[in-house]
């Protein structure tokens, strides 16, 4: 009996196996449009280029993408479609499959908030954020692998705009500037990796303005009118 239930229970595994394995692939439905599982080999070899699923011509679930390495198919990529929108939950992977970066994109758009990661490190490199036309909006910080802020910017439409900021490794502030529409517009104040100013003074559209004020060692030495590039004084 114990036998027979043996040999049954093969007998199915088998036949599904089989099923599974004949599953039909690039196939189209009555109206011409991809359906069902679909597979791309690179040019003239037996190497995968993508694989996933559609419903009627759209992408929906897990689709991997693969790259070529020592002519050998590698996963470079995942996207997880939603089948109510056009919208991916994407992540791109190093040949050892560590995760370079993730996010949502909509077509090959990125938008939202996007991670990239250090290389071969789950420690986050960069975090930024893109509005629905795939351009930088908001927020965009970098940091140090010891987790520390490099870099706080902020953008609008793709471009530098408002408070940005400049830390070394200690977490020193090294650089604090004013951007409008990607120029240098405003205040900005040097220091050095003591955290003494070594100059300040505004910008307009990317040129220096007004008076300037330049320190050493913490100290004022000298004044410069940018207007007309003219030294007022020195100490």
């Given at each position: 009996m114990i036998k027979q239930k043996i040999k049954l229970v093969f007998f199915l595994t088998l036949i599904l196996t089989l099923g599974y394995a004949q599953e039909p692939v690039n196939q189209f439905d009555k109206d011409g449009k991809r359906h069902g599982l679909w597979t791309k080999n690179y040019h003239k070899?037996?190497?995968?280029?993508?694989?996933?699923?559609?419903?009627?011509?759209k992408e929906v679930d897990t689709f991997k993408y693969?790259?070529?390495?020592?002519?050998?198919?590698?996963?470079?990529?995942?996207?997880?479609?939603r089948l109510k929108d056009s919208l991916a939950d994407v992540k791109f992977y190093?040949?050892?499959?560590?995760?370079?970066?993730?996010g949502k994109m909509n077509g090959k758009r990125y938008i939202g908030q996007w991670i990239f990661y250090h290389k071969n490190s789950t420690a986050k490199m960069i975090v930024e954020n893109y509005n629905d036309d795939g351009n930088l909006e908001g927020d965009r910080t970098v940091f140090y692998k010891n987790e520390l802020v490099a870099e706080e910017a902020h953008y609008k439409d793709g471009k530098l705009h408002g408070e940005s900021k400049w830390f070394s490794e200690n977490n020193i502030l090294l650089r604090h500037s004013m951007y409008k529409d990607g120029s240098l517009h405003g205040k900005t104040i040097n220091y050095d990796s003591d955290g003494n100013?070594?100059?300040?003074?505004?910008?307009?559209?990317?040129?220096?303005?007004?008076?300037?004020?330049?320190?050493?060692?913490?100290?004022?030495?000298?004044?410069?009118?940018?207007?007309?590039?003219?030294?007022?004084?020195?100490?």
């Amino acid at each position: 009996m114990i036998k027979q239930k043996i040999k049954l229970v093969f007998f199915l595994t088998l036949i599904l196996t089989l099923g599974y394995a004949q599953e039909p692939v690039n196939q189209f439905d009555k109206d011409g449009k991809r359906h069902g599982l679909w597979t791309k080999n690179y040019h003239k070899t037996d190497q995968k280029r993508y694989e996933g699923q559609f419903v009627h011509g759209k992408e929906v679930d897990t689709f991997k993408y693969y790259t070529l390495s020592s002519g050998k198919s590698v996963l470079s990529a995942t996207k997880v479609f939603r089948l109510k929108d056009s919208l991916a939950d994407v992540k791109f992977y190093t040949s050892k499959r560590n995760v370079i970066s993730e996010g949502k994109m909509n077509g090959k758009r990125y938008i939202g908030q996007w991670i990239f990661y250090h290389k071969n490190s789950t420690a986050k490199m960069i975090v930024e954020n893109y509005n629905d036309d795939g351009n930088l909006e908001g927020d965009r910080t970098v940091f140090y692998k010891n987790e520390l802020v490099a870099e706080e910017a902020h953008y609008k439409d793709g471009k530098l705009h408002g408070e940005s900021k400049w830390f070394s490794e200690n977490n020193i502030l090294l650089r604090h500037s004013m951007y409008k529409d990607g120029s240098l517009h405003g205040k900005t104040i040097n220091y050095d990796s003591d955290g003494n100013i070594t100059s300040e003074g505004d910008y307009t559209e990317d040129r220096k303005s007004g008076i300037w004020k330049y320190y050493e060692s913490g100290k004022l030495k000298k004044e410069i009118d940018h207007t007309n590039q003219v030294v007022i004084k020195k100490y």
